[in-house]
């Protein structure tokens, strides 16, 4: 790792994240037991017994989705991630609606989550027999994940590794106590059979299952930090949506043997909350139970690192560009964060917090539920477009990939990620538990920010031409060798191209790209 000149303003620290790392993140910020304990006794509820092929599909799908998305991640190397994407197959305009959806969406699914966080470290607390209030847990949290996000992205790869081990080994350990015991009445797989999996629940338990691989696409955000990103990027994002994918499944599957195929859904139904801590305690001990409540606090503590520091990273490249204040793009000398952007992220967390508890406001039902839904959809969203994107993108360059990577799996997770977000938006009661007018204001916040992005575009095109011009830009110099700047569709050059150090590629004439 070349070390930068004495008189160079510090940048982040490059070729430290290994696939590991990078997965830890990702798979953190989808939170898997609090998924699990806190979730999936609803879709099992509103699913049944065919509730683990809903996880199986979902995870499908984001395969589907990743092949597109990987792809691409070999010839745009721009620290914008997704918005860079988007400008680069579908136009800088949606490009920069597109950031400002991220930002909407990654802060929507992290701030709504401190309400989690008190409202899990009360519920433990009292399951030990203490009591607790939500809102100094809350706030206590908010200065915890500054400091792991202040720290260097090293730092929290370790922490995150060592919380992912500990909350899905408890929930192998529940897994482990049912298979040896054989179920409340033997193993069985009739559950997966058609006659249980196509019912009318399928629709809800798929939404769930959506939600629940949250923030998997966040791979592509550490490609500065990443070692050889051309393939830890790739593997990384593939590692994640299989892991989740197949560990959500399996995990659903246990607990349905815990309790019995004929058995499951009136216990979900009588006490959907304490489902997997009934299965645990006993198949396992109610030390584990114990346990369990504690390690769902930490998991949630996970999730929350791993999204303020994909934030963090969105903020530093939107500074980087000048669509945001310049002052949110220092990274510290000595950490190598960006942590002025991380200290912003914190005061806007607090300020939200505050308000709610102010308000008088549910920690759980309101901060969690109603600022994690516009999150949630702002990052399916962010996907839809991303999937667009990528053939797009591929007709305007020549390159050697082939059409199943450009054009077919792009086009079918655009397709089926569309599915996705009617049967979100379709089934959103369930997730807020919400009045029609307030889910009416929650659907309708991502199309707003997107539209207010269209017009910060055209703006900045009228009165700041050069930020315009210059938005996702592949960077002119990076780690991973000498790179030339590539337009995009709405730059000035008919063009576009883009080239990597393992596979260049021409840009196409211009009368191939009309």
Not at 15 to 30: C, E, K, R
Not at 121 to 146: F, K, R
Not at 193 to 205: E, N
Not at 323 to 332: F, N, T
Request: proline share 6%.
């Amino acid at each position: 790792m070349s070390a930068p000149a004495p008189d160079a303003p510090p940048g982040l620290r490059t070729g430290t994240l290994t696939t590991a790392d990078i997965s830890f993140f990702v798979v953190s910020a989808a939170a898997p037991l609090t998924v699990m304990a806190g979730v999936a006794p609803v879709a099992i509820l509103l699913g049944g017994v065919g509730a683990p092929v809903g996880y199986l599909l979902a995870g499908l799908t984001l395969t589907v989705f990743a092949v597109g998305f990987t792809t691409m991640s070999r010839h745009v190397r721009s620290a914008g991630a997704f918005y860079a994407y988007i400008a680069r197959g579908l136009g800088t305009p949606i490009g920069i609606a597109a950031a400002l959806v991220a930002m909407l969406g990654y802060n929507g699914m992290e701030i709504g989550v401190y309400g989690l966080l008190g409202s899990a470290t009360s519920d433990t607390a009292a399951a030990l027999g203490h009591d607790v209030p939500w809102l100094p847990v809350s706030l206590a949290g908010l200065l915890v994940i500054w400091y792991g996000g202040y720290r260097s992205i090293d730092f929290g790869a370790k922490v995150l590794g060592v919380l992912l081990v500990a909350e899905t080994g408890v929930l192998v350990l529940l897994a482990g106590g049912v298979l040896l015991d054989g179920g409340a009445h033997g193993l069985s797989l009739g559950g997966l059979a058609p006659a249980h999996v196509l019912t009318g629940g399928t629709a809800a338990v798929l939404a769930f299952a959506f939600a629940a691989f949250t923030g998997f696409e966040s791979t592509v955000i550490y490609r500065r930090e990443a070692r050889d990103p051309a393939r830890t990027i790739p593997r990384a994002t593939y590692l994640a949506v299989a892991f989740l994918g197949l560990f959500y499944a399996f995990v659903v599957w246990t607990v349905i043997q815990a309790f019995g195929e004929d058995e499951v859904v009136r216990a979900a139904t009588d006490d959907p909350g304490g489902l997997f801590f009934a299965a645990i305690t006993t198949y396992v001990g109610s030390w584990a139970a114990d346990l369990m409540h504690v390690l769902i606090v930490t998991s949630v503590l996970a999730s929350l690192l791993a999204f303020h520091n994909a934030i963090n990273r969105y903020t530093l490249s939107l500074a980087e560009e000048g669509v945001l204040p310049k002052a949110l793009g220092r990274i510290h000398p000595r950490h190598r964060s960006p942590y002025v952007a991380g200290a912003a992220q914190t005061a806007l967390g607090a300020l939200v917090v505050l308000a709610f508890a102010l308000a008088g406001a549910d920690p759980y039902q309101q901060l969690l539920l109603w600022v994690n839904t516009p999150g949630m959809l702002g990052l399916m969203v962010l996907q839809l477009l991303a999937a667009l994107a990528v053939p797009f993108f591929f007709r305007r360059i020549r390159h050697d990939e082939g059409v199943l990577r450009t054009v077919v799996a792009p086009v079918t997770a655009f397709v089926l990620l569309a599915g996705a977000i009617a049967l979100v938006a379709g089934h959103v009661d369930l997730f807020t538990g919400a009045s029609p007018a307030v889910n009416t204001v929650l659907l309708s916040v991502t199309p707003a920010v997107f539209l207010l992005g269209l017009l910060l575009a055209y703006r900045l095109r009228r009165t700041r031409p050069e930020v315009y011009a210059r938005f996702a830009a592949e960077p002119s110099t990076a780690t991973e060798g000498a790179e030339t700047p590539c337009p995009h569709p709405t730059s000035s050059s008919s063009t576009p191209a883009s080239a990597t150090p393992d596979r260049p590629a021409t840009p196409l004439s211009p009368s191939a790209t009309d």
